[in-house]
């Protein structure tokens, strides 16, 4: 078994709004079973982005840096709130 990294971009009041609604996306879209999409995960840590970064650069930077809260393709999605009700999911899931 494998593994892929993913990121998507979400819409919802809160973070677990977004994600449930990504996750059920994914789940139709491309299955169940070892897509290597975040249908794959049930859950999710929030992270932080430091002043000066870009989002979307840093959830890269931490993916591909191994970065304990985000490199188990079987552990959490990594979050980071980008405002305006939208919220970037991204890791390693199961392929």
């Not at 000066?52 to 393709?73: F, I, Q």
Request: with cysteine.
């Amino acid at each position: 078994m494998g593994a892929n990294t993913f990121g998507n971009t979400g819409k919802g009041k809160t973070a677990k709004e977004a994600f449930d609604a990504l996750v059920e996306q994914s789940r139709i879209e491309d299955g169940n079973s070892y897509s290597g999409c975040i249908g794959m995960k049930d859950r999710f840590v929030m992270i932080a982005v430091p002043e000066g970064k870009d989002p979307h650069d840093y959830a890269d930077d931490l993916v591909e840096n191994d970065d304990k809260r985000v490199e188990d393709k079987s552990g959490p999605a990594g979050c980071i709130a980008l405002g305006g009700d939208r919220w970037y999911f991204f890791g390693w899931a199961s392929s």
